[in-house]
């Protein structure tokens, strides 16, 4: 079953550009690649979602690697409001199992 | 548009008491789920639901039960709650069930309901 490793925590500088990388060396060829961020009191939010290569989207890119087996998270110009959690998750059996997640604090 | 809409937002029960966790989704989504967080961790599956009419275990089901009422509503019942079941629990759900078929699908989650055992 497919198992993600990322960092427990990151810290970050306003206005930086913010990379988060994940793990995910047993993931299965049909699988796609999911972030998601959760603010305290809150549920998780999609991010972005991915399968190979480059996605873009108004909030974050995500780069994934021919092998598929790491993916990183980018966060383009981070704000005091991008301090979050960040999971990343593939299929776990039926379904998505979350991590710990990347706990990210922006600082001004 | 509400979402995914959890009650009650807090609740406080002793051992042994039971209640009943209540989730409403008005997407018309066929897929809906019961995660719980505890402190410092990732959410963890208790039970989903694939689609109306059918229910199936996650990772954490033991002293929990569930009900897909009909496609909008899925319930989860704590028949005798225990301090081990303080927690936030967060209900989801989605089009289909995730990973299905290959295609990535998009989870909605509820703003939680944080429940504490005494």
Same mark, same amino acid.
């Given at each position: 079953?497919?198992?993600?490793?990322?960092?427990?925590?990151?810290?970050?500088?306003?206005?930086?550009?913010?990379?988060?990388?994940?793990?995910?060396?047993?993931?299965?060829?049909?699988?796609?690649?999911?972030?998601?961020?959760?603010?305290?009191?809150?549920?998780?939010?999609?991010?972005?979602?991915? $399968?190979?290569?480059? #996605?873009? *989207?108004?909030?974050?890119?995500? &780069?994934? /690697?021919?092998? %598929?087996? @790491?993916?990183?998270?980018?966060?383009?110009?981070?704000?005091?409001?991008?301090?979050?959690? $960040?999971?990343?998750? #593939?299929? *776990?059996?039926?379904?998505?199992? &979350?991590? /710990?997640?990347? %706990?990210? @604090?922006?600082?001004? | 548009?509400?979402?995914?809409?959890?009650?009650?937002?807090?609740?406080?029960?002793?051992?042994?008491?039971?209640?009943?966790?209540?989730?409403?989704?008005?997407?018309?989504?066929?897929?809906?789920?019961?995660?719980?967080?505890?402190?410092?961790?990732?959410?963890?599956?208790?039970?989903?639901?694939?689609?109306?009419?059918?229910?199936?275990?996650?990772?954490?089901?033991?002293?929990?039960?569930?009900?897909?009422?009909?496609?909008?509503?899925?319930?989860?019942?704590?028949?005798?709650?225990?301090?081990?079941?303080?927690?936030?629990?967060?209900?989801?759900?989605?089009?289909?069930?995730?990973?299905?078929?290959?295609?990535?699908?998009?989870?909605?989650?509820?703003?939680?309901?944080?429940?504490?055992?005494?």
């Amino acid at each position: 079953l497919a198992k993600t490793t990322q960092p427990i925590s990151m810290d970050s500088y306003e206005g930086q550009e913010v990379n988060i990388t994940c793990s995910h060396n047993n993931i299965a060829t049909n699988d796609y690649i999911t972030w998601y961020q959760q603010f305290p009191s809150q549920g998780p939010r999609f991010i972005i979602q991915g $399968y190979k290569t480059k #996605v873009t *989207n108004e909030v974050a890119s995500l &780069f994934i /690697p021919a092998d %598929r087996k @790491s993916s990183t998270l980018s966060l383009p110009r981070v704000s005091l409001s991008d301090t979050a959690v $960040y999971y990343c998750l #593939v299929r *776990n059996g039926q379904n998505f199992v &979350f991590g /710990p997640g990347t %706990r990210l @604090s922006v600082l001004p | 548009n509400a979402g995914v809409t959890q009650t009650p937002k807090f609740q406080v029960l002793k051992t042994g008491q039971s209640m009943t966790l209540q989730c409403a989704q008005d997407m018309n989504h066929n897929s809906m789920y019961w995660y719980r967080q505890d402190p410092g961790m990732g959410l963890r599956l208790i039970y989903y639901s694939a689609s109306e009419g059918t229910t199936d275990k996650g990772e954490v089901p033991n002293g929990y039960n569930v009900s897909r009422l009909n496609k909008r509503e899925f319930s989860l019942r704590l028949e005798s709650a225990a301090p081990s079941q303080t927690s936030v629990y967060f209900c989801a759900s989605s089009e289909a069930i995730w990973g299905t078929g290959g295609f990535g699908t998009e989870a909605f989650f509820g703003q939680g309901t944080r429940l504490t055992v005494v």
